[in-house]
């Protein structure tokens, strides 16, 4: 069956340092990942898209890498800030849909 | 980026009656539409797949007669909650596309008492 995994339902850091998120796939063929965030209530906003012949996309203090071989996606936020606390979702789009699967998002929070 | 519009953000109504939601594209023409419903600390999952001028297309499990779409325009889809249950309570977002890029209402919670 197909999963879209995000490794940890939240994770905690101190601001300053870089927060990894990891989103693993299985039995998808994606066209591109999408990492999107998501604050209490509200509907999910698009950070970044990362095709699958891209290895590395950077917007910013965010940077995604996509290996379709480990069929996994990072998700990296450097020099965090206590802004940053948040849900933050991958979702896949696989070749020949145009619909969006989502991971189950990961928590982060940012202390200072 | 673009804007999509979703009303009402919060509705409580009673158990056995219809809420309808709109979801607007606002500043671009949108062909294909998105529901989703979210549960807390959940993911987002798809209810169906909004479709201008034909029949919405709908995931494995979700009831076309309870959840009814209709997407009339290339700027409006609607989602009717029929015959609501305290069980349908829960956070339905919308979402259009525009290109590769998805851009999502912002949510309505329903609660149905």
């Known amino acids: 069956s197909q999963k879209i995994e995000q490794n940890s339902e939240a994770l905690n850091i101190q601001e300053g340092k870089t927060a990894t998120l990891t989103c693993n796939y299985t039995?998808?063929?994606?066209?591109?990942l999408q990492w999107y965030r998501q604050d209490p209530g509200r509907g999910p906003v698009f950070l970044l898209l990362i095709r699958e012949n891209e290895k590395e996309k950077r917007k910013e203090r965010l940077k995604v890498t996509f290996d379709t071989t480990l069929k996994q996606s990072l998700f990296h936020i450097t020099a965090s800030q206590p802004a940053d606390s948040a849900t933050y979702l991958c979702a896949l789009e696989s070749k020949g849909n145009n619909d969006m699967r989502f991971g189950a998002g990961t928590r982060l929070t940012v202390k200072p | 980026g673009a804007v999509v519009s979703q009303h009402p953000s919060r509705v409580i109504c009673k158990s056995g009656t219809s809420v309808k939601i709109e979801c607007r594209s606002l500043?671009?023409?949108?062909?294909?539409m998105f529901w989703y419903r979210q549960f807390p600390k959940q993911s987002l999952m798809l209810m169906a797949t909004?479709?201008?001028?034909?029949?919405?297309?709908?995931e494995q499990g979700v009831e076309k007669d309870k959840f009814l779409i209709n997407h009339a325009s290339l700027t409006l889809s609607t989602l009717t909650v029929t015959s609501a249950h305290p069980e349908d309570s829960s956070f339905y977002i919308c979402?259009?596309?525009?290109?590769?890029?998805?851009?999502f209402g912002q949510g309505t919670r329903l609660t149905v008492v």
């Open positions: 909004s479709n201008e001028g034909s029949k919405a297309t709908y």
């Open positions: 500043d671009f023409q949108a062909t294909t």
């Open positions: 039995n998808y063929s994606p066209a591109y």
């Open positions: 979402s259009a596309a525009q290109g590769t890029e998805a851009f």
